[in-house]
């Protein structure tokens, strides 16, 4: 499938149904670890396991989306306060080698989704 290419799903489900997909796709990888990759940057990779786990509890319960963070309803990036540190999540969209954007985020037959978990400054 080419960039250019829809998927049979993406050709049958209207713009609000696909945020929706793309919606659970990223709800099931942030809560629940499905579905994707999740990777620490070097700051946060650095901490002790028990800030590691504290961090990571707090992305998967993660629910203060707003219309400033979330602007596109797919639960794709949060932000809050970690021991006074500012500490951001994010999810990306690749094509199933994470070489390129995904053609597809709304089909997880072609997309990679990376979860990244990072000091808000690592950015």
């Not at 945020?19 to 099931?28: F, G, M, P, S, V």
């Not at 993660?62 to 306060?81: A, M």
């Amino acid at each position: 499938m080419t960039g250019s290419e829809q998927s049979p799903l993406a050709q049958s489900t209207s713009t609000t149904d696909r945020k929706e997909i793309i919606r659970r796709l990223n709800d099931d990888l942030r809560r629940y670890g499905r579905g994707g990759i999740v990777t620490l940057s070097a700051g946060v990779a650095a901490l002790c396991i028990d800030e590691v786990r504290n961090i990571l509890d707090a992305v998967r319960c993660f629910e203060d989306f707003t219309d400033d963070n979330d602007p596109y309803r797919e639960h794709d990036l949060g932000l809050f306060r970690h021991r006074g540190e500012r500490i951001m999540w994010k999810i990306d969209y690749y094509d199933k080698d994470r070489c390129y954007a995904s053609p597809d985020p709304a089909n997880p037959d072609v997309t990679a989704r990376v979860l990244t978990v990072l000091y808000a400054s690592e950015y």
